[in-house]
Structures are given as C-alpha cells and as structure tokens.
C-alpha cells in the first residue's frame, strides 16, 4: 500500500514537472518574439500596431480542432437541450413506424378496388354455378370477375336502408358510397384457418387463379432515409440558433411554466456611489431591476441618474404631495412617530379624475423614497389561467418584505378591485386577485415597514373590502388644479423653454379653467412645436394662442363649404354667443369661429373669469339657455322649416343637464329634493338579483323545528340596470315631464334674448362671414357699436 501511494506521488510529480516546463517555454518565446518585434519595430512602430496585426492575425487562424472544441463545448453547455431533442426524433420515428404498420382505412363498404362484397359461402356457390371465369388471390383476400353482370341482390348485397349505406358520421357531407344495382367484379375473404377445397374446387370448375404475395406493410426502416436529410437540417438549425442565442432559449419547460406566476414588478432603489457620507446627489445612482421568485436575487437591468421626477416637479396639489413627503417620513425615521405609539398608515389611495398626477406622485417618490420602490401596474396581475394572478401578488409581497422597509405602488388598481357580485361578466381569475391583494394588505402575515400606494380613477366600483382601514388608510382626493395651481404647474414645464415677453402665465392660466397637469404639459408642449414649425427662438403670445386652440377646440380641417352652408353655421354660432352676452349668469365668450376644428364645423368658446365649485339653478339655466340658442337662431332666421342637424350635439349637452338637476341636484320645482339616479353598481354591466319565485311562510316539522314551507328555494333572474328604488313607473314619468319642461323654459329664454336682439344676430353673423374668427376683443367692441 505504501509502495503504491509512492507511485502515485511520483507520477503527480512528473505531470505537474512537464506542466512547469511548458509554461517556462511559452514564456520564454513569449518574451523573445517582445524583444524581436521590439527591436524591428523600435524606429518605425512607435505605438505597436504591427504586433497588434500579428496578434489579431494569429488570433483569426484558428483550426478545425478549435472549432471542433467549442462545439462539443456548446453541445456539453446544452446537454439538456440536445437529449430532449433526440428524445423527440426518437419519439417521431416511432410514430411513423407504428403508423406505417397499421392497414389501411376501408373505403366505403366495397372492397380495395370499389368491388361488390360478398360473403364466402355465396362466393362458392358462384363458382359451382359457373359464374366467375377468373379469380385474385392475395392473401385470405379473393376478387373475382363474373362472366355476366350480376344484380346486387342476388348477390346478398346490403339493402339500401341498412346501416352500410347510412353516413358513417352524424351530420357527414360524405356519407358511404351507396352500392351500385349491376356488379362485374366480387370480394370476399376466406375463413382464417383457410379452405383446402378452394383451389380444387376452382380447377374443377376452370375457373383462371392468379396468386398475389400477401400485402406487407412498407418497410418503414427504408422510408425513413427519406426523411433523414430534413431531420438533419433541422438539428442544423437548432444547433445554429442555440449557438447564437448562447443557451437562454432552451430553458427547461418547468422553468418557463414557473415564471408565469412570477410578478413583472419593477424595483427602484438609490445606490450612493464610493460609499459613505462623502457621496453626493448627483453622485447616486437609481437602480431598476427585476426580481422573481421566492429567493431570487435582484436583477439590475437599467442604470440610469434618476427617474427624471422629483418633488420639485409635482405642482399644483401642494396638499397632496405633503401627505406623500410625510408616507416617505415614516419609513425613513419611524422611530419619531412610534415613540408616541402611533402606528405606520399601511397604505394610501390616491384617487382622481385621469391626467390630475397621481402616477407622477409615484414616480417622485420612485426618486426620492430613499428606500426600495416596487412599481407594478394592477392589469399585470390578471392572466387568462386562474390561479396566475393570485401568485404573482404572492410574489411581489414576499419580495417587499425581504427589502423592507419599502414602498409598493400599483397604478390602476380598479384593473383587479372592482365589486365582487353575481354579474355575469364575472371573472374567476380577477376575483381570486383580488381576494389574495386582500390576504396581503392586512392577513394573518404581517407586513410591517411595507406602504402601499395604489392610484384609481374609479373608486366607486371598488370592492368596499379593499378600502377598510387597515389596508388603506388614507384616501387621498387628487383633484384639478386651481387656478393658481395651474400657474404653477406652466411654470414646471416652461422652466426650460424659451419664453417672449408678452407671455403671461397668469392669463394662460386664466383661459385654461378645468385642464389637468398632463393637458397643461400638453399645451406648453404643443405651442412649442408650434414655435419649432415657425422657426422662432422663443415661444410668444400667439403660439399658445394657437397651442390652446388646438387643446381645446380640435384641429384646424381643410374643408371647403359653399355660401349657404357658412351662413347657416354663422347664424347657428352667432346665437350661442349672443344668449351667452345677454346673460349675465353665463360664461363669458372667449372666441367665436365657423372655421371646421375637430369635429365641429363651428365653435363658441366659454371661458369662466374664476373657477366655481358649485353652480346656482339661474346659472344651469344659462347654459340650457345658451346651448339651444343655435338652433333658436336657426329658427328665427330660416323658419322652423329649415332647421338643421348642426344642434346634436347641443342637445345631448343641455337634456343631459336637465336631467342631472331633475334626478341629482333637486332643482326641480314639481318633485322637489329627490336623488333618482340609477346605481351605479348596475350601470356598467348585467347583474343577477335574488328573488322568491312563490311566498313562502314558516311552519313546524314533525320535531317541532321550524322550517320555511311552500314554494322553491331562492333562485336567480337577470335584471338590466335600472334606477334606485326610490324610482318607480310614476316617478319615472314625472321626471321625464320635468327635464321637457326645463328644456323649454331654457328655450323660451333664448328665443326672447335674440327676439330683442335680432339686428345684433345679423351684425354679428355677417362679421363671421367675412371674418371667420372673432376674439373676445373683436366680439365686445362689435356689439358695442
């Protein structure tokens, strides 16, 4: 035993000897070629590009050994991939060999060759009778030729309403082939133990036997070198791009089954470069990776300086960016808030109307959080498989908990929180979402140092479950902003842009009553492409002018009209603007145009001097009064007769507003204070209502346990949106009556405004005639004079 350990010793001494020596000779010629390229080189090759030649020169040469070597390296790499492809080829080349075995499928109820089929003993009958002069022999299987056409009933054919001549499928468009009434040629099978009287039987008779070698199937081993070569190009291919794709797509298929419960949620997250105190703002860098799976790891793919968004960049809701700034408080110093027992908000709502900034609050506190930021957008849960929503919200909150203290963030959530009911689009998958985002928020598991905010539009179709405290704490109203904040929102966006002098962010934020931080951004945006067409230096006056225009009213359209048709536009927009000029409880006429814009051939621009938060019922009379004052000015001109069908519009808006103060609002004087709105629950898709098919009353069993006695146990009908119960038949004719009447008070308002003003109707339409545009300026100093 000794003896062989020193055996072995010696040997491992000389391997690693031979490899020393190796290595000394490599860098011995290594060192000679420095000195002898170094000597060649020294006067006319200063920065060494003949050594990177030879190099790069010796480095292309490479062996069909090199190659040969970092195939079996790839093939080794993907062991998996390859046998799963043998497996397969070895699979499908048993598919065929069984299949080629099989026989083939019987044609009809005939025989191989359309022949009328007989039965064995009929056959032989045929023969002694002299019938048959020649007979095919293949096999146990026999085809005869008559000597005289045979009819196919004395041949024992099937009868035509047996079950041979019915389709062989239900419904079938090819059904069998019925038998024909006149038969040349018979088929029939012996028995399977043979018949020894046969072939006496047919030489007694002369009967003409020809034998056939019995039918085999084809050797399948020699029709499979037919598909040799497509089986190897195939493998070719496979090889190719699994070279390319350097072994990602030929991932196990139990991997790619488990990622599909995995959530797809992005992670946001400061890293201070250099480390320590001594690094600075500009020096941090936010990281956004992608994790997966319980225990998975971070994986960083996109580097960049920052989202792009601060709080400095949120303007215009300063209330709701502090209730944001102090959620980011609790997790950067919580021991504040909890040595007075208070207790971290577990989440917060933020809920508005579209484009109001509730996901660019999320993406500054993306950017200045100062802990991890998952962001995930709640229409990412929800897959066609029931069961793959509910995992990944498992997943993301296990990944919040491991890099707690954190923030989630799941933009529209009604996307997974609508109401669950019995309505018939009702979905198992968005339901067991939900159910689990409700296990999360507030469970058994605890998840403490982990807020999550969620953004919505629609709160009233959320499950009331999902806004209890303890899961959300805080509602948060992001409404539009005021004027002042409009202000300060044009400031964040024209901070970088050029501007003239005679730009007035007060006044622009003035003109733009009722727009959001993202139509804000989309207005400086399109005055500056307006600017960029001109080639300006800066943006002027004129440029949001024209910006605004096209926010508000639509784009300017080519369309030609002749004479008849502007004047009736003109006649149509002239009304609206002088109902509104003669009421002093309207809105103030900004422009007047018979210029197509959008999909309107005409427009009457209202813009309020402030904004108003409640409206008086003079006011909503007003504007009843001034969205008919088209069509009572087509009137007044043309004659009821030649009314058009430019007022659609007009009408959806003012019926619509009547209705509103009718059934919401109270303003009517016939019904008084009602709500009869129809509820909401039911307004957006079909529900199922409970219902008592018969009465049913309670009576004793034979044990005397009271039971219900009569009728059928609940049952379900479909029941189509309809009002609140407060609104019954009556009801519902009585406020149909109200909105006609308050339509026609709002109509006689506008027909005495332009009767007394009739000579102001023409002056003013003949101005937009010729004009095509009329400011606010051009509009008052018209009727002035």
Not at 611 to 620: A, T, V
Request: charge should be neutral; glycine fraction near 8%.
């Amino acid at each position: 035993m000794a003896g062989r350990k020193k055996g072995n010793g010696d040997l491992a001494t000389g391997y690693i000897t031979r490899y020393d020596e190796k290595v000394a000779d490599r860098r011995r010629a290594n060192r000679l070629f420095d000195l002898w390229l170094g000597e060649v080189n020294s006067m006319d090759d200063k920065a060494g590009r003949r050594k990177r030649l030879l190099i790069e020169s010796g480095r292309r040469l490479k062996t069909a050994r090199d190659y040969g070597q970092r195939a079996w390296k790839q093939v080794h790499t993907l062991s998996s991939g390859v046998w799963t492809f043998l497996l397969l080829s070895v699979l499908l080349v048993l598919l065929y060999a069984l299949f080629t075995q099989l026989p083939p499928l019987p044609v009809g109820k005939g025989g191989p060759n359309g022949e009328a089929v007989v039965a064995y003993s009929d056959f032989t009958n045929m023969v002694t009778q002299g019938k048959i002069d020649e007979v095919a022999i293949r096999g146990n299987e026999i085809s005869a030729h008559l000597k005289e056409p045979l009819k196919l009933q004395d041949a024992s054919s099937p009868d035509e309403t047996s079950p041979s001549t019915m389709p062989r499928y239900a419904f079938s468009t090819n059904p069998a082939q019925p038998q024909r009434n006149v038969a040349t040629e018979v088929f029939t099978r012996m028995p399977p133990s043979g018949d020894d009287q046969l072939q006496p039987l047919l030489n007694r008779h002369q009967v003409s036997v020809r034998v056939y070698p019995a039918n085999q199937g084809a050797g399948w081993f020699s029709s499979l070198w037919h598909f040799i070569p497509v089986m190897l190009a195939l493998a070719g291919i496979w090889f190719f791009l699994a070279m390319r794709n350097n072994g990602k797509s030929m991932r196990s298929i139990d991997e790619r089954i488990s990622e599909i419960g995995k959530s797809r949620v992005r992670r946001f997250q400061r890293e201070k470069e250099g480390g320590g105190t001594a690094a600075r703002k500009g020096n941090e860098k936010l990281t956004e990776g992608v994790e997966s799976g319980v225990g998975a790891k971070a994986k960083s793919i996109q580097v960049v300086e920052h989202t792009g968004v601060t709080f400095a960049d949120v303007a215009g809701i300063d209330e709701v960016r502090h209730e944001v700034e102090e959620i980011v408080q609790f997790l950067r110093h919580p021991e504040t808030y909890k040595r007075l027992g208070a207790r971290i908000p577990r989440g917060a709502l933020l809920v508005g109307p579209p484009g109001t900034g509730k996901t660019l609050l999320a993406k500054a506190v993306a950017g200045e959080a100062g802990v991890p930021f998952f962001s995930m957008s709640a229409s990412e849960f929800v897959e066609m498989y029931v069961g793959v929503g509910a995992s990944r919200v498992r997943d993301l909150f296990n990944q919040a908990r491991r890099s707690a203290p954190c923030i989630i963030f799941i933009d529209e959530l009604d996307a997974v929180g609508r109401k669950r009911s019995m309505r018939i689009t009702n979905n198992d998958e968005r339901d067991q979402t939900l159910n689990q985002l409700l296990v999360e928020l507030d469970g058994f598991d605890g998840r403490e140092s982990v807020i999550v905010l969620a953004a919505t539009n629609r709160v009233d179709i959320l499950d009331k479950a999902l806004l209890r405290p303890g899961r959300f704490d805080r509602h948060i109203t992001v409404a539009a902003p005021t004027r002042s904040g409009r202000e300060a929102i044009l400031r964040v966006h024209t901070r970088k842009t050029p501007l003239h002098d005679n730009v007035d962010l007060d006044k622009l934020a003035r003109l733009t009553v009722g727009m959001t931080g993202a139509d804000l951004a989309n207005l400086v945006n399109e005055a500056a492409l307006i600017a960029a067409r001109r080639d300006l230096d800066c943006l002027d006056e004129q440029c949001f002018a024209e910006a605004l225009a096209r926010v508000q009213l639509g784009a300017l359209r080519p369309l030609l009209l002749d004479e008849k048709e502007r004047k009736i536009i003109a006649v149509h927009e002239s009304g609206h603007a002088l109902v509104a000029h003669y009421l002093p409880e309207a809105d103030p006429v900004n422009c007047v145009t018979i210029l197509p814009r959008g999909q309107s051939l005409g427009v009457t621009q209202f813009v309020p001097d402030d904004d108003r938060y409640n409206y008086s019922r003079q006011m909503l009379m007003a504007r009843i009064a001034v969205g008919l004052g088209g069509r009572v000015a087509e009137e007044l001109t043309f004659g009821s007769e030649q009314v058009t069908t430019g007022a659609e519009n007009d009408f959806q808006v003012v019926t619509d507003l009547a209705r509103r103060m009718v059934t919401r609002w109270g303003m009517s004087r016939e019904l008084g204070p009602v709500f009869a709105e129809q509820q909401a629950e039911e307004a957006y898709a079909m529900a199922f209502k409970r219902f008592e098919p018969e009465s049913r009353t309670l009576a004793l069993d034979q044990q005397g346990r009271p039971v219900l006695n009569g009728g059928l146990p609940r049952a379900y009908q479909s029941a189509e949106p309809t009002p609140a119960p407060v609104s019954g038949v009556a009801l519902q004719s009585a406020i149909d009556a109200e909105v006609l009447r308050i339509l026609d008070d709002g109509r006689v308002l506008a027909r005495t405004v332009l009767s007394e003003h009739a000579a102001q109707l023409k002056k003013l339409s003949d101005a937009l005639l010729e004009h095509e545009m009329l400011s606010r300026e051009q509009f008052l100093t018209l009727l002035q004079d």
